[in-house]
Structures are given as structure tokens and as C-alpha cells.
């Protein structure tokens, strides 16, 4: 299962609600500057068509408020046709109240705005093309604003023009920024949700793991005791008899039993096992995964050059797990042969490094490694064979061995002892995952059985 199993596309319905709102807002506003306009400047305007255009937008609101339900969520059509009469009632009412010399021309760039925001890239295109349409009209056929002195307000051709071609710079500006900004939240939110349910699935694991191990623990005094049953009946049996067969078969499906609960948990053998493990136990827990996927995966452990402090134990966390499998898969999927795994320690810190011989990061994303959704593998299942991608395993993996306080640097055939291909160093300050020696293991006392 990979981590973005279960995902849906990321949809851009937005609620009818929101829009009805804004519409309040623009048509409020819009009252206003006619109003003060008419009233405190004493401009001459066409009250009678100025006001018609801002009730058909009252109108349009309250059919909406009256014909849908307030949880409704357009579609995206039906999002784009709203917008595309926003634009159309506010270039009417432009063209009543002087053109682009109204000052209140740039609001055009609002539908636009928001259909960059939630709208495909196509209908964005579509809607922003009908605004350049209707600002290019308005421009040249518009009532001009004159005052009560017959005074025409107009700006200079020069000026006319430049302000349109700011507006239609603008908007696309506006628009293509709105768009990359959203698409980067959205990516990233995306991403921070496969990287908790890959957590949870990993802490599911661990729990998993103890309660298998405490069945095992539990079971495995009555299935001893079924055994040694077994065993002195088959000694008293005709070895000939039906008898003699029922009781050899309840003894082998005994060992069945224990081997298992063995199998099953072999990641949990005791309590303190589940909770800290030696360092190299953890990183080969992490790389087992991929061990048989055709390549050759070398571990090396040693301590760093200069010092001589033994193993330490680590904490077996999710997230150091799961992160440093991520690193090893990708390793591993974009190696020729091998993947090679330095693990290091001293008193004051734990180094992992990962180094394959394949191509390496390419100079345009290695960069940017570690961004989620950074790029598109074609022929991924050439690269990948028979091989289910964890679909987000850099950024995922950065994220948290990150939570755990590590630092992660990228490089390219990185030293002696690394493969010349692509590199990972992973850091952490010992303190930070290693266990604490002080704490002594307190016995936890008589064993209580399980409540299902």
C-alpha cells in the first residue's frame, strides 16, 4: 500500500456561500461609491441603469440564498459562471460611471483572482480572457463621469491606455502568483497528510508488534503445556491406533501455534525491546524491506574515527524508522547494483549516511530535494519493477527524521566512502535519541492477561 493510497484529487468546490458573501460585500460596496460619488462630488451619473446593475447582482444573490442549501459546494462550472457574471456586472457598471477612468476599474481583477485560486488552469485561461474582452469594450464604449458643471472627467489617452495594459499585466501576474501559491499549500498540506498516515501506520506496526509479542508471551505456557499433554499420550497410545494420530497432530498444530506467534513477533520480543534497540538493530530493521529487491544493500557499523564509546541504544521510533526506509527505497530504486549504509556514533553524535551507484541528483532538483510533489517519474514502472512506490518518500522521509530531530544534507558521490552516486547524510545530537543509561529497566511486575 502506498502512502498516497486512499487520496483523493484535490478538488476545488467552493462553498456558495463564500461567493454570496463577497458578492454582499462588492454590491455594498458599489452602493456606497455611487452614493458618495453622486451626493459629496455632485457627479452626474445614471442612477437609474447604475442602480439596476447592482440589482441584478441583489437579485442574482438572493435567488442563490433562496434556491440552494448555505452548505451547498459548487462545481467548478458552476463557479466559473458565477464569476463570469461578476465580471460582466461590474464592466456594465464601469461603462455607466466613466470606463477606465474610473478609478474602481482594477476591482475587474478580483473574479479573476479568485478563479486562479480555485478554479483549473483552463478555466482561469477562459475567465480571464472574457475580462480582457469586456475591459477592452468598457474601455472604448463608456459614459463618461461629468459633473454638475457639465465638466467631463477623462483621463488622457496616454494615461487610458497605460491603465489598461496595467490591468491586463496585472491580472495575469495576479493570477499566475494566486495559482502557484495555492498549488504549493494544497501540495504541501497533501503531503503533511500521507506523511501522518504513514506515521500512523508505522506506530500501528509498533503497537501491533507488543501485542503480538504479549500474546506470544501469554500462549506460550498453555501451548508448552498442550504439548508435553501431546507428547506422554502418544507415549501411551497404540502407535497404530486413531488415538495415536489425534494426539501427534495436536502436538505438531502446537508448534505450528508457537512458530507463529514467533513469526509474528519477531519485531517484539520483550517490553524493552519495543521501546529501544541497538542503533545497527534499527537501521536494519528500516533497510529490511527492500533487502530482497535485487540489489546488493551493504551495512557498515562502526564507531567515528577518534573516539571509543560502544554501540549506543536508540529509541525505536516511528518516525526514525519509516524515515530512514524511505531513504533506503529510494536509494535502492534508482541505484545499478548497490546501496551502501554507513552507520556511525560518538558521545556526541549519531551519523547514518545512504550513498548509491546510480546517476545521482540531477544539478536542477538537488536544490529542492525533499520538497513534496517536486517532479513526475515516467516509466516508473521500468525503473520500479514489480515495486509499489511510497509515492512521497523524500519529503516524507525529511519530515520526520526531522521530528526527531535530525539534520539531512543531499550531495553527490560525497566522499571516499560513499558510492559515486547520490548521497544522504542523516545527523543527530545522541542525546536526542539515544537512551538513557541512567534509567535502569525496573521489572514491570506479573504479566495480566489480555481483555479482548
Not at 459562471?81 to 456594465?92: E, G, N
Request: with cysteine; glycine share 8%; proline share 4%.
Amino acid at each position: 500500500m502506498s502512502d498516497t493510497e486512499g487520496f483523493r484529487p484535490r478538488t476545488s468546490a467552493i462553498r456558495l456561500r463564500t461567493l454570496v458573501l463577497l458578492r454582499w460585500v462588492a454590491i455594498a460596496g458599489q452602493l456606497m461609491a455611487i452614493t458618495i460619488a453622486q451626493r459629496l462630488y455632485d457627479l452626474q451619473l445614471e442612477l437609474g441603469l447604475c442602480y439596476l446593475a447592482v440589482g441584478v447582482s441583489v437579485l442574482g444573490n438572493l435567488v442563490a440564498v433562496w434556491a440552494y442549501p448555505e452548505n451547498k459546494r459548487l462545481t467548478e462550472t458552476e463557479t466559473l459562471l458565477m464569476l463570469i457574471f461578476d465580471v460582466l456586472q461590474l464592466c456594465f457598471l464601469l461603462s455607466l460611471t466613466g470606463g477606465l477612468s474610473n478609478p474602481f476599474a482594477l476591482l475587474v481583477l478580483a473574479p479573476v483572482t479568485i478563479s486562479a485560486t480555485v478554479l483549473p488552469i483552463g478555466m482561469t485561461a477562459i475567465l480571464g480572457a472574457i475580462a480582457v474582452v469586456l475591459i477592452t469594450l468598457t474601455a472604448m464604449f463608456n459614459l463618461p463621469m461629468r459633473t454638475m458643471n457639465g465638466f467631463v472627467l477623462r483621463l488622457p489617452e496616454l494615461f487610458m491606455f497605460g491603465y489598461w495594459l496595467a490591468i491586463l499585466i496585472g491580472g495575469f501576474f495576479i493570477a499566475v502568483y494566486t495559482r502557484r501559491v495555492t498549488d504549493e499549500i494544497h501540495s504541501m498540506s497533501e503531503a503533511l497528510q500521507a506523511t501522518q498516515m504513514a506515521l500512523a501506520r508505522e506506530q500501528k506496526l509498533t503497537d501491533l508488534g507488543g501485542v503480538v509479542a504479549a500474546a506470544a508471551h501469554e500462549l506460550g505456557t498453555p501451548l508448552a503445556t498442550i504439548k508435553l499433554v501431546s507428547r506422554e499420550l502418544m507415549e501411551e497410545l497404540p502407535k497404530d491406533g486413531d488415538l495415536h494420530d489425534d494426539a501427534e497432530l495436536i502436538a505438531e498444530q502446537a508448534d505450528r501455534c508457537r512458530d507463529i506467534l514467533r513469526s509474528m513477533g519477531r519485531a517484539g520480543k520483550d517490553d524493552v525491546h519495543l521501546r529501544h534497540a541497538p542503533l545497527e538493530t534499527v537501521v536494519r530493521e528500516a533497510a529490511e524491506p527492500h533487502m530482497a529487491r535485487g540489489k546488493v544493500i551493504r551495512i557498515d557499523v562502526a564507531p567515528l574515527e577518534g573516539t571509543e564509546v560502544t554501540q549506543p541504544e536508540i529509541r525505536r521510533q516511528p518516525e526514525i524508522i519509516h524515515g530512514v526506509r524511505n531513504l533506503v527505497q529510494n536509494a535502492v530504486d534508482f541505484s545499478r547494483t548497490e546501496v551502501r549504509i554507513r552507520v556511525g556514533w560518538s558521545a556526541e553524535r549519531i551519523e547514518l549516511h545512504i550513498s548509491d551507484d546510480g546517476r545521482g541528483y540531477s544539478a536542477g532538483v538537488i536544490g529542492r530535494l525533499g520538497d513534496p510533489f517536486m517532479g513526475r517519474r515516467k516509466r516508473e514502472s521500468k525503473q520500479r519493477p514489480g515495486y509499489e512506490g511510497m509515492g512521497l518518500g523524500l519529503f516524507i522521509a525529511k519530515t520526520l527524521l526531522e521530528r526527531t530531530g535530525a539534520a539531512l544534507t543531499f550531495a553527490n558521490g560525497a566522499g571516499r566512502d560513499e558510492l559515486p552516486g547520490a548521497h544522504v547524510r542523516v545527523t543527530w545530537d545522541a542525546t536526542l535519541i539515544q537512551r538513557d543509561a541512567s534509567q535502569e529497566t525496573k521489572a514491570l511486575g506479573p504479566n495480566q492477561p489480555i481483555e479482548i
